[in-house]
Every structure is written in structure tokens, then in C-alpha cells.
């Protein structure tokens, strides 16, 4: 079997069996969201896929229900999550954004078949259109969890970003994407963040 048939078997299994697992987690937070705040349980955002094509990626809403009408710069978005201070956020937001678990309904784009467990983060289109650089990576599939995240994440700027995911590119093998996985599980678990 190939490493690309193996990756998808293998994202299609653990989705299903990770979403029926976390079916009561699901559930407690969607309570936490609506009582925190007005506005949808989930957020959607249109995010560059593989090959270009766009998809809408699924998260637990973290922000104001219409924080998206207020127009940032992406600086200033890097600047608040490079420091985890973005005021648009609602308290229980802040609190799914540091432990990861606003980024759980993406198994649901997993099962789809519009992201992986591990690739390369996927970019809004707002990224891409200031830097056209960005589209070279868009020939893999992106993932939930990436190998830039787990040697910096928000930390990292957008050359180190791009310069890790065209090491991911050249030397993406299943070990490595197991040794991704188990980092980022170490990562969430010790509390150390990204």
C-alpha cells in the first residue's frame, strides 16, 4: 500500500472513531459557547486547500459572533496570536484557543477528505493574496496538526513557517507524521502550548 492510501484509511478510521468518542466533549463545549456568548456553535472560514481548491474549514467559535466585520490587518492578527491577546475573542474562546480544542471540529474536514491529520496548516485567502509565495505549498493536502506547529507555531514567522512545510513536502513518510501527532499530543497535554 502506498503512504498516501495508508494516510487517508488512517484519516478516515480515527476521524470517525475520535468523532464518536468526543461526541459528549462536543456537547459540554457547545453548552459553554452558547451560554458564554450569542452566535453559532461552530465557525467556518474559507481556507485554501489542495490543488487551490477552497474549502470551508470547521472550528469551535472562539470570537464575538460578528468579530469577522471588524477588518484587521494580518500583522495585527499575528501580533494577538503571537501573543494570545486577541480582544475579539470571548472567554470561553481564550480557553479553546490555548488548549487546541477550538480546532476539534476538523476532524469533520478529515472525514471529508479537504485536510489530513498532519500537512501543512491551511491558509484564508486574505494570507495568500499578500504573500502569492504561499500557493507553492498547496500541491499536499493540509492537515490539522503541522510539523511548523510543533517546532514553534505562532511563534515562527511566515519564512520559517514555509521554509518547515517544504521540509514536511520533501520528507513526508508516515513515521514522520506519527512523530508529528505524538508531539503535538505531548505539547497539549503538558500544557506548553504552541
Same mark, same amino acid.
Given at each position: 500500500?502506498?503512504?498516501?492510501?495508508?494516510?487517508?484509511?488512517?484519516?478516515?478510521?480515527?476521524?470517525?472513531?475520535? $468523532?464518536?468518542?468526543?461526541?459528549?466533549?462536543?456537547?459540554?463545549?457547545?453548552?459553554?459557547?452558547?451560554?458564554?456568548?450569542?452566535?453559532?456553535?461552530?465557525?467556518?472560514?474559507? &481556507?485554501?486547500?489542495? %490543488?487551490?481548491? $477552497?474549502?470551508?474549514?470547521?472550528?469551535?467559535?472562539?470570537?464575538?459572533?460578528?468579530?469577522?466585520?471588524? %477588518?484587521?490587518?494580518?500583522?495585527?492578527?499575528?501580533?494577538?496570536?503571537?501573543?494570545?491577546?486577541?480582544?475579539?475573542? =470571548?472567554?470561553?474562546? &481564550?480557553? @479553546?484557543?490555548? =488548549?487546541?480544542?477550538?480546532?476539534?471540529?476538523?476532524?469533520?474536514?478529515? @472525514?471529508?477528505?479537504?485536510?489530513?491529520?498532519?500537512?501543512?496548516?491551511?491558509?484564508?485567502?486574505?494570507?495568500?493574496?499578500?504573500?502569492?509565495?504561499?500557493?507553492? &505549498?498547496?500541491?499536499?493536502?493540509?492537515?490539522?496538526?503541522? @510539523?511548523? @506547529?510543533?517546532?514553534?507555531?505562532?511563534?515562527?514567522?511566515?519564512?520559517?513557517?514555509?521554509?518547515?512545510?517544504?521540509?514536511?513536502?520533501?520528507?513526508?513518510?508516515?513515521?514522520?507524521?506519527?512523530?508529528?501527532?505524538?508531539?503535538?499530543?505531548?505539547?497539549?497535554?503538558?500544557?506548553?502550548?504552541?
Amino acid at each position: 500500500m502506498t503512504y498516501l492510501f495508508l494516510k487517508r484509511l488512517i484519516d478516515v478510521v480515527v476521524s470517525i472513531v475520535t $468523532i464518536i468518542l468526543l461526541a459528549p466533549l462536543f456537547l459540554v463545549i457547545a453548552i459553554f459557547i452558547k451560554l458564554d456568548s450569542p452566535g453559532p456553535v461552530f465557525y467556518a472560514q474559507r &481556507r485554501l486547500g489542495y %490543488k487551490q481548491k $477552497i474549502f470551508k474549514i470547521f472550528k469551535f467559535r472562539t470570537m464575538d459572533k460578528d468579530a469577522d466585520q471588524i %477588518k484587521v490587518s494580518i500583522e495585527q492578527v499575528r501580533k494577538w496570536e503571537d501573543e494570545r491577546s486577541d480582544p475579539r475573542a =470571548t472567554r470561553i474562546g &481564550r480557553w @479553546l484557543r490555548r =488548549t487546541g480544542i477550538d480546532e476539534l471540529p476538523q476532524l469533520l474536514n478529515v @472525514l471529508k477528505g479537504d485536510m489530513s491529520f498532519v500537512g501543512p496548516r491551511p491558509y484564508y485567502q486574505l494570507r495568500i493574496d499578500a504573500d502569492p509565495s504561499l500557493k507553492e &505549498r498547496l500541491g499536499i493536502k493540509p492537515g490539522c496538526v503541522s @510539523l511548523s @506547529l510543533v517546532k514553534g507555531g505562532v511563534h515562527l514567522t511566515d519564512e520559517e513557517i514555509k521554509k518547515i512545510d517544504r521540509e514536511y513536502e520533501a520528507k513526508r513518510n508516515l513515521w514522520l507524521d506519527i512523530k508529528i501527532l505524538l508531539k503535538f499530543i505531548y505539547l497539549v497535554i503538558s500544557g506548553k502550548g504552541f
